[in-house]
T-cell receptor, first 112, second 114 residues
Framework: QQQVKQSPQSLIVQKGGISIINCAYE??????FPWYQQFPGKGPALLIA?????SEKKEGRFTISFNKSAKQFSLHIMDSQPGDSATYFC???????????FGSGTRLSIRP | DTEVTQTPKHLVMGMTNKKSLKCEQH?????MYWYKQKAKKPPELMFV???????INESVPSRFSPECPNSSLLNLHLHALQPEDSALYLC?????????????FGPGTRLTVL
């Protein structure tokens, strides 16, 4: 029940295309869903986050879609650029907790 | 200053050595974290310090010993490690221990245990 399942494991997208990463969770008590971006040799950095009372959140080219009834959420990267090539982790947590439950990660490569 | 710094960047140690990893932040954050990350895996939480007190220990072996000397510094003391402990060790900090607070990660220390 503590798991967050993430797919795909790796993704190759042409420059200018849309990158889509999907995640699913079981525990309905989770109330905060962040996405992290990690470049090689760096620590993860918070990219965008959503709470379950909202179905979509957009920040620039990055959009989270959230389906509470299906217990699924996804990250869409519009107009993908080579600089977006990184590993992306979805995550889930409780507002009262310190621990973040990470998905397994998606290695995204954007072809020029 | 929104940076978490970690030293050293790389560390190679034998199984009988004692070494320490250091982490520093000057953002006034009151929660600090140690994570372990293996290649192609997500970070795994090891320890959480909240207001300089250890609040979470994720059943980490005693060969890893955390220390928080003050609100800006976090150390991880290493002793008698095993080769399987080789990993990237990440430090993070946040304004408070609640997970709504954004965690800022350092670049990590790449540890190799021979």
């Amino acid at each position: 029940q503590q798991q967050v399942k993430q797919s795909p494991q790796s993704l190759i997208v042409q420059k200018g295309g849309i990158s889509i990463i999907n995640c699913a969770y079981e525990n309905t008590a989770f109330d905060y869903f962040p996405w992290y971006q990690q470049f090689p040799g760096k620590g993860p950095a918070l990219l965008i986050a959503i709470r379950p009372d909202v179905s979509e959140k957009k920040e620039g080219r990055f959009t989270i879609s959230f389906n509470k009834s299906a217990k699924q959420f996804s990250l869409h990267i519009m107009d993908s650029q080579p600089g977006d090539s990184a590993t992306y982790f979805c995550a889930a947590t409780y507002s009262s907790a310190s621990k973040i439950i990470f998905g397994s990660g998606t290695r995204l490569s954007i072809r020029p | 200053d929104t940076e978490v710094t970690q030293t050293p960047k790389h560390l190679v140690m034998g199984m009988t050595n004692k070494k320490s990893l250091k982490c520093e932040q000057h953002m006034g954050h009151r929660a600090m974290y140690w994570y372990k990350q293996k290649a192609k895996k997500p970070p795994e939480l090891m320890f959480v310090y909240s207001y300089e007190k250890l609040s979470i220990n994720e059943s980490v072996p005693s060969r890893f010993s955390p220390e928080c000397p003050n609100s800006s510094l976090l150390n991880l003391h290493l002793h008698a490690l095993q080769p399987e402990d080789s990993a990237l060790y990440l430090c993070a900090s946040s304004q408070g221990p609640n997970s709504y607070n954004e965690q800022f990660f350092g670049p990590g220390t790449r540890l190799t245990v021979l």
